[in-house]
């Protein structure tokens, strides 16, 4: 499975974006899918995981309420949308794929990863 992560940009606090996620080969009966972000100097930190039906979802304390994982499965692309965009939320972020049945928030989890797209907000 390739991965292809598009939609970063620079976008001012308070705003949105939305990453697309494409995946090369049909994901939707076998891989649930996350995201990830590393900001400079920091480690990779889980932000949101959905599972491949759709059905679960799992977000991390800090984006709670803010970012919506979503998938569009006959597209082969997850999504994040990002709303109220904070600079903290500045960062590099990874899509993954994992077979897991689980929605797993560990990185160590994923088989599949996108190259990364770059989201910088400003102050």
């Known amino acids: 499975v390739q991965l292809q992560a598009s939609g970063g940009g620079l976008v001012q606090a308070g705003g949105s974006l939305r990453l697309s996620c494409l995946a090369s080969t049909r994901t939707s009966t076998s891989y649930n899918m996350g995201w990830f972000r590393q900001a400079p100097g920091k480690e990779r930190e889980f932000v949101a995981a959905?599972?491949?039906?759709?059905?679960?979802?799992n977000y991390a304390d800090s984006v709670k309420g803010r970012f919506t994982i979503s998938r569009d499965n006959a597209k082969n692309t997850a999504y994040l949308q990002m709303n109220d965009l904070k600079p903290e939320d500045t960062a590099i972020y990874y899509c993954?794929?994992?077979?897991?049945?689980?929605?797993?928030?560990?990185?160590?989890?994923?088989?599949?990863w996108g190259q990364g797209t770059l989201v910088t907000v400003s102050s």
């Open positions: 959905i599972r491949w039906s759709g059905s679960g979802t």
């Open positions: 993954a794929a994992t077979s897991g049945a689980r929605l797993i928030v560990d990185s160590r989890g994923y088989e599949y």
